[in-house]
């Protein structure tokens, strides 16, 4: 029975062009703050199943009048997309006698000293799960699809019997500071981001309030639980689309895809060995 769901599952998220891997829920019970771990979602959980979908690359790239519209477009279909493949398999899971609880994609959201967060870090989970690994600036980096992905996941109660293999991929070149010198704020610094000024100067949304006025709102709201409270329910029922900005850091880490990239990577899974290009830091083919 385990056997017919596994393969069930993988099919269900290939079906969708997704690919996936498996992690522990020890793990991230042991990495992941109190609160935005597996037990405090679901206390039975023994493995985290993630999802990942590359955007298309063409989003990226469309003229400065254009601006970032049709990225925020496909990247909201994307959580749409990754939450209903999460139901989905979790039915199929739940059909094989196991419980499975679908994590939402983006919202909704809880907020922890002031700032909002998924109710599970995706893509911690999505490194433990072995599709790949966060760069400097916090971003997942997958080794073929680069840095441009949208993801899913659930929890389950059943084991699944493939877990994520160690791997020595390492996304960033020694002494590569790319994305801290495209960062247009200075936000990133040695693997952290200023959450609050990344956000100030990436998002944007009629209800969000000027950039310099967030530290204050973040001490505001971090001190009430009834002030907290109302920020999940404004983000739930007013931010489930916002404009994006930014993608600076994004486009300038060398693992910012091309189409010859993902090309070789097509051929590698056909088994076929591609001419190795060089890769320096800070370019982006």
């Given amino acids: 029975m385990s056997t017919d ?24 019970n042991a990495s992941a703050p109190h609160g935005f771990r597996p037990m405090d979602l679901m206390p039975e959980a023994k493995s985290v199943l993630v999802f990942a979908k590359p955007l298309p690359l063409s989003v990226f790239l469309t003229p400065e009048n254009v601006g970032n519209t049709f990225y925020q477009r496909s990247a909201y279909m994307y959580y749409l ?9 979790s039915l199929l899971i739940q059909d094989a006698g196991f419980l499975a609880l679908p994590i939402p994609a983006y919202s909704p959201l809880k907020f922890h000293g002031g700032e ?6 995706l893509k911690h989970a ?5 599709l790949g690994k966060l760069g400097r600036n916090t971003l997942l980096i997958n080794p073929r699809h680069g840095n441009i992905m949208r993801l899913g996941a659930l929890l389950t109660a059943m084991e699944w019997p493939e877990y994520a293999p160690k791997s020595d991929f390492e996304p ?3 002494g590569c500071h790319a994305c801290e010198r495209a960062c247009p704020i200075g936000a990133i610094h040695d693997g952290t981001v200023d959450k609050l000024a990344c956000l100030g100067r990436c998002i944007r949304h009629v209800m969000l309030p000027p950039a310099f006025l967030l530290p204050a709102l973040k001490r505001l709201v971090s001190g ?11 983000s739930l029922n007013f931010f489930e689309t916002y404009g994006i900005d930014c993608t600076a850091c994004l486009k300038a880490c060398p693992h910012f895809p091309s189409l010859k ?4 990577g097509e051929e590698r ?3 076929k060995t591609p001419k190795q290009t060089p890769m320096t830091c800070g370019t982006l083919f």
């Fill in 261 to 264: 990239k993902i090309a070789s």
């Fill in 81 to 89: 997309l990754m939450d209903k493949l999460a139901d989905e398999t």
């Fill in 172 to 174: 960033c070149p020694p």
């Fill in 269 to 271: 899974i056909r088994g």
């Fill in 5 to 28: 769901v596994v393969k069930a599952v993988k099919k269900r998220a290939e079906q969708e062009g997704a690919f996936m891997g498996a992690a522990r829920a020890e793990t991230l």
């Fill in 224 to 234: 009430s639980r009834a002030l907290t409270r109302f920020m999940e329910l404004s």
């Fill in 116 to 121: 909002p967060r998924g109710y599970l870090s």
């Fill in 126 to 130: 999505a490194a433990a799960a072995g």
